[in-house]
């Protein structure tokens, strides 16, 4: 008899993702699609989403981990901060990646004209990718799709309306927008433009499942659970949603990785709020977007994941590298931080590709350090980082996270967590809600604890880099 599974999706920014996992909390198949994006050149700003090659994607690897197997729920994820509008028959008006930064100087002049800091009201900074820009920018620049919309949602609500979800976004999915008020625990109406507002979605805690679709093919009895962010996904998949074990969560770049100052006690700030137990420490590699996973591509053998472990900490050479910039050419003689912004050279001498990417690894660290910092301001966190994505493949990154924020650190290498997340919470209605799917699912992970004597050391390095990254800052603000 075929084996009762519950599946993820999760639609990345990279490739799509499919597992599926048993009621034990087994993996019983993976698939995977990647997603066609041509480089994006520096003078570029658009970046449509192609919503039917997603889309086929998804019945792809669907398909695939279904093969065999009883499904009983869907659980989807997406990557955040994506906009897509439809007209009343749900055919799309427009759909706008989290790379698509066209609406940049729209969403300033909503930061401008705003009575109230917008990092106050939504726990974001502002940015050219949330919703309040883009909105404004369609009202500005595309009259034509806002005199046709019908309805407005995400890329996760968008795929599960698909497979037959309702119309509803969970709670997570709005905060992700950047147009949430988390004081009033609803839209940020002050942020939106006039026509968009009898289009935003009902917003739900947890969207009540639905039957798929049966043109979709894979089981009459399947459910769907519809979408959360990717980041939020990977909590559950972590067992954050079940356990008392509070974490910070951060991304991948400087501008989402840079510490921000809370606003209120009250409220809790990561581009968003704390959603349930904790968050995780999602630092992705992913195919070369980063420092880190460029090298990698230079040294597929593994020798710079090996050196990297026992090599004298980058720090303390004076090697730093901020997060989400390319290595532009790690064999120079000199490095510039800052790529093509920056000709002032940090590194001085020769860096060998360990000592590359140990430095990357420490500025990762350096970076979720700060975070964490800002963060418990408001409210402490307790407990261990839950590192997963790209970063958690290398046994490096663990120890040196550990060290470098004085936290013990609970790793997932091979865990495709964004998907897993979105299959436990396929599975919330079967174990009593996504803590009870997490409880019983979610893996264990690897736990490092921190070297005492490497903390006192990282200490006074995490200042020099926070003296570099506000330099840096200065560099590029005086450049633009």
């Known amino acids: ?28 198949s993976a698939a995977r699609r990647r997603r066609a994006r041509a480089p994006m050149s520096l003078m570029e700003f658009e970046r449509h989403l192609d919503v039917e090659s997603i889309w086929r994607a998804c019945l792809d690897v669907l398909g695939e981990v279904c093969a065999g197997q009883r499904p009983a729920a869907i659980g989807v994820a997406a990557c955040r901060h994506c906009l897509i509008v439809t007209d009343s028959t749900g055919h799309v008006l427009f759909a706008s990646g989290n790379d698509d930064v066209r609406a940049s100087l729209a969403g300033a002049s909503v930061e401008a004209e705003s009575d109230r800091p917008v990092l106050a ?40 309306g698909r497979l037959g979800a309702g119309l509803e976004l969970s709670n997570v999915s709005a905060v992700e927008t ?28 947890v969207p009540s499942p639905a039957r798929v679709r049966a043109e979709i093919g894979l089981n009459s009895d399947c459910m769907v659970a519809a979408g959360w962010p990717d980041s939020h996904a990977a909590e ?17 770049s400087t501008t989402i990785l840079r510490p921000v ?33 460029w090298l990698r591509e230079q040294h597929s053998s593994g020798e710079l994941t090996m050196e990297a472990t026992g090599d004298q900490a980058a720090a303390e050479v004076g090697v730093f590298v901020l997060s989400g910039l390319r290595l532009m050419d790690w064999s120079a003689p000199s490095l510039s931080v800052a790529g093509m912004l920056s000709p002032v050279p940090y590194v001085v ?8 990417g140990t430095a990357v690894l420490e500025d ?53 967590a964004s998907a897993w997340g979105s299959a436990l919470a396929g599975a919330a209605d079967d174990f009593g809600g996504l803590e009870g799917a997490a409880e019983a699912l979610a893996p264990v992970g690897v736990r490092c604890e921190p070297d005492a004597a490497s903390v006192a050391a990282f200490a006074d390095h995490y200042h020099r880099w926070l003296d570099l990254r506000e330099r840096l800052e200065t560099l590029v603000q005086d450049a633009l």
């Open 1 to 28: 008899m075929a084996e009762r599974v519950y599946v993820g999706l999760d639609i990345g920014s990279s490739g799509i993702r499919a597992v599926a996992v048993t009621s034990e909390g087994r993996q019983a």
């Open 236 to 252: 559950f998949a972590t067992c954050g949603a079940a356990s008392n074990d509070d974490s910070v969560a951060a991304g991948w």
């Open 349 to 356: 001498g020769t860096p060998t590709a360990a000592v590359l």
């Open 364 to 416: 990762l660290a350096f970076a979720i350090h700060g975070n964490r910092l800002a963060l418990d301001s408001a409210q402490p966190a307790r407990g261990a980082i839950r590192l997963t994505g790209g970063y958690a493949e290398a046994p490096a990154v663990g120890q040196i996270l550990a060290n470098v924020t004085g936290s013990p650190v609970r790793s997932f290498p091979k865990l495709a």
């Open 261 to 293: 100052e809370t606003h209120d006690s009250d409220v809790q700030v990561w581009r968003g709020q704390r959603m349930g137990g904790g968050l995780v420490a999602e630092a992705n590699a992913g195919d070369g977007g980063t420092g880190y996973g």
């Open 121 to 160: 009201v939504t726990g974001h900074t502002p940015a050219m990718i949330h919703w309040p820009g883009k909105l404004r920018w369609l009202a500005e620049e595309r009259p034509d799709v806002c005199d046709a919309a019908a309805r407005i949602t995400t890329l996760e609500g968008w795929v599960a």
């Open 178 to 205: 950047g147009a949430w008020d988390l004081a009033a625990d609803d839209w940020a109406i002050e942020l939106i433009p006039n026509w968009a507002q009898p289009l935003l979605p009902a917003v739900v805690r």
